[in-house]
């Protein structure tokens, strides 16, 4: 019998380097991302915030903005998991951090 997987919260910083022009098009793929939210915004720089139950969101996320126009690059920060043990589990959770 294969255990049920841990439920997981990730959040992770990114950095968006951007053309001017493509600002509108990235506060609309932000406001339609669910856990996606606009930290700093610069002329041609924006430090976004991501929260999501596990890392295909966040890989998602990184696409999504990857595709705008005008958009550079996209780089990954921070990234934090807290894994949270299955109902009955007295285990401690176990973090995990990656600093890119």
Known sequence: ????P???WH???LVV?????????????VAG?????????????SVLVQE???TRS????????????GVITVNLVYHHVERQA??????ASDPQESHG
């Open 1 to 4: 019998m294969k255990p049920e």
């Open 6 to 8: 841990w439920n997981e």
């Open 11 to 13: 959040v992770a910083s």
């Open 17 to 29: 380097r951007h053309h001017p022009a493509a600002i509108p098009a990235l506060a609309d793929a």
């Open 33 to 45: 991302a669910a856990g996606l939210d606009l930290a700093l915004q610069e002329d041609t720089c």
């Open 52 to 54: 999501s139950d596990g």
């Open 58 to 69: 966040l890989m998602a996320s990184i696409d999504l903005l990857q595709a705008l126009p």
């Open 86 to 91: 299955p109902p009955g589990d007295v285990s």
